[in-house]
Every structure is written in structure tokens, then in C-alpha cells.
T-cell receptor
Framework: KNQVEQSPQSLIILEGKNCTLQCNYTVSPFSNLRWYKQDTGRGPVSLTIMTFSENTKSNGRYTATLDADTKQSSLHITASQLSDSASYIC???????????FGRGTSLIVHP | GAVVSQHPSRVICKSGTSVKIECRSLDFQATTMFWYRQFPKQSLMLMATSNEGSKATYEQGVEKDKFLINHASLTLSTLTVTSAHPEDSSFYICSSKTGTGLNTEAFFGQGTRLTVV
């Protein structure tokens, strides 16, 4: 069964600090992995997308890593801002059919 | 990136009435759209896959007669919640995929908060 596990479930940090979110998956065959940011009451917005040949990808203060051997990914947020408070969702797609498997998300709260 | 517009963002309806949610791809043709449901602090749950010009494919446990999906054009898919009840209150999100193969990516609508009273 395809599964995506995220940790921690929730995280509270002070503004300006860095943080790292984790994603472990058992999706097979692997197609791509994406990180999304979902603000409360809004649809998810894509941050990064990585295929099996990519180890790292950055989008501003967001840097995602992928280890296809251990089936792990991380999302690192640098110099956090209050607007980073949201749910971060890891999504892994399998094969060529696209149907994605969603993680439960990590709820991040950035305090001033 | 591609833009998917979902409307309305919020709707409150009486129990027993029907509600239609629209999902439009604004700058690309969407042959396939996906409809999700999300409960508070839970992950998105795929309800159905909508293909232009054909019947939607529903996930196990999703009532196709209750959640009617129409995908009559390449830019519009609709989800109608028929005879809504309070337990149908949830956050509904549509998405469409772009790209091919390994670079396939999903873009999501803004979501619709449905409250049935």
C-alpha cells in the first residue's frame, strides 16, 4: 500500500529561525515528489517538485531534498517569516497514472 | 504556473438542498480534474477523477449519485452535492494536472468551504 508519512505533525518556531520538515514514503514505482503549502481555508500551492534524479531543489527560502534510496525527503525553511505559518504537505506520485498519495501534513506556526 | 479557479469559496445551504461547485482551468486545457475532500486537520482525500467528455471515476466509498461530477469542456468541471446533509459539511478542493511523465504537476483551486445547516 502506498503511504506518505510526515513529521512532525506540528511545529512552533520563532520568527527568523530555520526549521526542517520530514517526509518518508513507500510509494512505488516512484514518479515525483512535491511539497505544497496550504494556508488555512485555501487550496495547496506548489513549492517544489522533484523527480528521482534530483537531490535538491530550492524555491526562495524553501529547499527540498530527496533521497530516492531511503525514500525520504525534507523541506528546509530558512529565516522563517510569520507568513510561513501554514500546513506543509508532501505528495508522492506513482508510475505514469499520476494519482498522488498525500501526507497528512505538518502544521507550522511561526511566532513573532 | 497554471491557474485553477474554484467557485464559490464559501457556501452555506439548508439541509436537503443541492450545491454546485465550479472548477475552471484559466490558462490551460484540463482533460483531467480531480476532486478532493478535506476534513479539519486531515489530509486531502480523493473523491473522484473527472475526465472531459466521459463519466467520472469515483473512489471507493464515494456515492456517485450524491456527488455528481460533470466535465463537459476542457476548462470546466463541476461537483454538485445533492440533497446535502450536515455530515457533508467539509472543505472541497479541485485540482488539475499539467505536464507529462515525470514532470506531471498538480495545481489546486482555492477550495470551497461547504456548511450545511
Amino acid at each position: 500500500k502506498n503511504q506518505v508519512e510526515q513529521s512532525p505533525q506540528s511545529l512552533i518556531i520563532l520568527e527568523g529561525k530555520n526549521c526542517t520538515l520530514q517526509c518518508n514514503y513507500t510509494v512505488s514505482p516512484f514518479s515525483n515528489l512535491r511539497w505544497y503549502k496550504q494556508d488555512t481555508g485555501r487550496g495547496p500551492v506548489s513549492l517544489t517538485i522533484m523527480t528521482f534524479s534530483e537531490n535538491t531543489k530550492s524555491n526562495g527560502r524553501y529547499t527540498a531534498t530527496l533521497d530516492a534510496d531511503t525514500k525520504q525527503s525534507s523541506l528546509h525553511i530558512t529565516a522563517s517569516q510569520l507568513s510561513d505559518s501554514a500546513s506543509y504537505i508532501c505528495v508522492v506520485s506513482s508510475g505514469g497514472s499520476y494519482i498522488p498519495t498525500f501526507g497528512r501534513g505538518t502544521s507550522l506556526i511561526v511566532h513573532p | 504556473g497554471a491557474v485553477v479557479s474554484q467557485h464559490p469559496s464559501r457556501v452555506i445551504c439548508k439541509s436537503g438542498t443541492s450545491v454546485k461547485i465550479e472548477c475552471r482551468s484559466l490558462d490551460f486545457q484540463a482533460t483531467t480534474m480531480f476532486w478532493y475532500r478535506q476534513f479539519p486537520k486531515q489530509s486531502l482525500m480523493l473523491m473522484a477523477t473527472s475526465n472531459e467528455g466521459s463519466k467520472a471515476t469515483y473512489e471507493q466509498g464515494v456515492e456517485k449519485d450524491k456527488f455528481l461530477i460533470n466535465h463537459a469542456s476542457l476548462t470546466l468541471s463541476t461537483l454538485t452535492v445533492t440533497s446535502a446533509h450536515p455530515e457533508d459539511s467539509s472543505f472541497y478542493i479541485c485540482s488539475s494536472k499539467t505536464g507529462t511523465g515525470l514532470n506531471t504537476e498538480a495545481f489546486f483551486g482555492q477550495g470551497t468551504r461547504l456548511t450545511v445547516v
